[in-house]
């Protein structure tokens, strides 16, 4: 029983854990120009897909659960804006681009307390990490999301 215990115990802190300090979870610059059928042959299907009118404009959806709840919206069936919804286990500070396949840049602007935000970075037109408001489960850090704005 205590053997059966202890693995279980193991295999749910695992399972749990946040995202390691070195591992990327998606390559952002890898999706710039592609399709969706091109995106699913890079990280797999996605766990849901959907058409969306935002601000007018016709998108094309694809949601990754298990890669942080990342949103991939194609416009034209083209990669236009990634958005990562879940970010347990990333740290709220500039060094965390490199979990998206950024080697480390000073942000173009920030305010510590709302975003960082970096234009120009690579083939990404913008990419902001910004504060939602309300606190992570662990209490002590606020959540966020990460927003990219791929070039066309």
Same mark, same amino acid.
């Given at each position: 029983?205590?053997?059966?215990l202890?693995?279980?115990?193991l295999? &749910?802190?695992?399972?749990?854990?946040?995202?390691?300090k070195?591992?990327?979870i998606?390559?952002?610059?890898?999706i710039?120009n592609?399709?969706?059928?091109? &995106?699913?042959?890079?990280?797999?299907?996605?766990?849901?897909?959907?058409?969306?009118?935002i601000?007018g404009?016709?998108?094309?959806?694809q949601?990754?659960e298990?890669?942080?709840?990342?949103?991939?919206?194609?416009?034209?069936n &083209?990669?236009?804006e &990634?958005?990562?919804?879940r970010?347990?286990?990333?740290?709220?500070?500039?060094?965390?681009l490199?979990?998206?396949?950024?080697?480390?840049?000073?942000?173009s602007?920030?305010?510590t307390?709302?975003?960082?935000?970096?234009?120009?970075?690579?083939?990404?037109?913008?990419a902001?990490?910004?504060?939602?408001g309300t606190?992570?489960?662990?209490?002590?850090?606020?959540?966020?999301?990460?927003?990219?704005?791929?070039?066309?």
């Amino acid at each position: 029983m205590k053997k059966w215990l202890a693995g279980f115990t193991l295999g &749910v802190l695992t399972a749990c854990s946040p995202v390691a300090k070195n591992d990327v979870i998606i390559d952002i610059k890898s999706i710039v120009n592609k399709n969706p059928e091109q &995106v699913i042959e890079m990280l797999g299907n996605p766990d849901s897909s959907y058409n969306k009118i935002i601000f007018g404009k016709a998108y094309f959806i694809q949601q990754y659960e298990k890669l942080n709840e990342a949103e991939i919206r194609f416009l034209n069936n &083209v990669a236009h804006e &990634v958005i990562i919804n879940r970010t347990h286990g990333i740290d709220f500070n500039p060094t965390s681009l490199n979990k998206f396949g950024f080697e480390e840049k000073a942000p173009s602007s920030f305010d510590t307390t709302a975003f960082y935000a970096w234009k120009n970075l690579d083939d990404i037109q913008i990419a902001n990490m910004y504060l939602i408001g309300t606190r992570k489960t662990d209490s002590t850090k606020h959540n966020f999301k990460i927003y990219f704005r791929l070039r066309e």
